[in-house]
């Protein structure tokens, strides 16, 4: 008796896997908070880059906003997170990358970046920190951030293979 096997009739996007719409992660929502208290800043946000649309979506955040919870990709000073899907950490946004959305329509001077990485291991969106004023980050909230973005990998990972499963239960049921 043999294991039969189910080969998925697409790959599944970042929209079907439910990150893109609907509530944030609970465990994302958690790690922002964290984000703002451990590393003394006046905000922090969960980012999902949506590579389809070009816009970055803001999914958990400790700020309020008005209006859109996304905001145009080309506008962003995360551009090299998603790109390279390393750590940014601007200190001065007013020097270093004044027409972003992060210093126009945030007001936000300085800003901290790692990369959340999706389950193919590519940077799908970001772990920031934020602060009013300009500010020099330390190698240790460098590495408490990259530490909390771990986390939300983590969690990314969790949900996209719940979700993964049930749309693999949902194909299977399908007629051939």
């Known amino acids: 008796m043999g294991v039969e096997k189910h080969r998925l009739r697409r790959q599944f996007d970042l929209y079907d896997l439910g990150l893109l719409t609907g509530p944030s992660l ?3 929502t958690i790690v922002v908070e964290t984000v703002k208290g ?3 800043t006046s905000s922090a946000a969960f980012v999902i880059f949506d590579a389809m649309e070009r816009l970055v979506l803001i999914r958990a955040k400790t700020f309020p906003l008005a209006g859109n919870q996304s905001y145009p990709l080309h506008r962003s000073a995360l551009l090299p997170v998603e790109d390279g899907g390393f750590v940014l950490a601007l200190k001065d946004l007013s020097k270093e990358a004044p027409s972003t959305a992060e210093a126009t329509d945030m007001k936000m001077n300085a800003l901290l970046a790692s990369a959340v990485y999706g389950p193919d291991e ?3 969106g970001a ?3 934020f602060d009013a004023a300009a500010r020099i980050w330390s190698e240790l909230d460098v590495q408490n951030l990259g ?11 969790l949900h996209a293979s719940f979700a993964t499963l049930e749309l693999m239960s949902v194909e299977k049921a399908l007629p051939s």
């Not at 530490?147 to 990972?157: D, F, G, H, R």
């Open 38 to 40: 451990l590393l003394k």
């Open 127 to 129: 772990l920031v920190a």
């Open 147 to 157: 530490n909390l973005a771990y986390l939300i990998t983590q969690e990314v990972t």
């Open 26 to 28: 609970k465990g994302a």
């Open 122 to 124: 590519k940077p799908i």
